[in-house]
Nanobody, 124 residues
Framework: QVQLVESGGGLVQAGGSLRLSCAAS????????MGWFRQAPGKEREFVAA????????LYADSVKGRFTISRDNAKSTMYLQMNSLKPEDTAVYYC?????????????????WGQGTQVTVSS
């Protein structure tokens, strides 16, 4: 089992940047593929980005491609999401999630563990 804690959210103006972190408990972080999802008020949780166990494979939602970068540091049991050129439509609660399988997934049902989320608000 792994526990996940997100941090780094906040209020930023459009065009600005934020870096989210997801810290994992335990020493098995490298055994999980990891993902970032987000949920805006009144909307379903949606995929943002995912990364394989050792970081060699990444996937991005079309809406964030070229603006967001997912990365991980297995030695620190931490995953990151660098968000640049933020837009008001990026406003949401951002969640990190862990998946015990090898394949990098984009659907919420494939992930086994979730953090509590961190709020990102982008003002226009």
């Amino acid at each position: 089992q792994v526990q996940l804690v997100e941090s780094g959210g906040g209020l930023v103006q459009a065009g600005g940047s934020l870096r989210l972190s997801c810290a994992a408990s335990g020493r098995t972080f490298g055994m999980y593929a990891m993902g970032w999802f987000r949920q805006a008020p009144g909307k379903e949780r949606e995929f943002v980005a995912a990364i394989s166990r050792i970081g060699g494979n990444t996937l991005y939602a079309d809406s964030v491609k070229g603006r967001f970068t997912i990365s991980r540091d297995n030695a620190k049991s931490t995953m990151y999401l660098q968000m640049n050129s933020l837009k008001p439509e990026d406003t949401a609660v951002y969640y990190c999630a862990a998946d015990r399988t090898i394949v990098v997934h984009t659907t919420t049902t494939e992930y086994d563990y979730w953090g509590q989320g961190t709020q990102v608000t982008v003002s226009s």
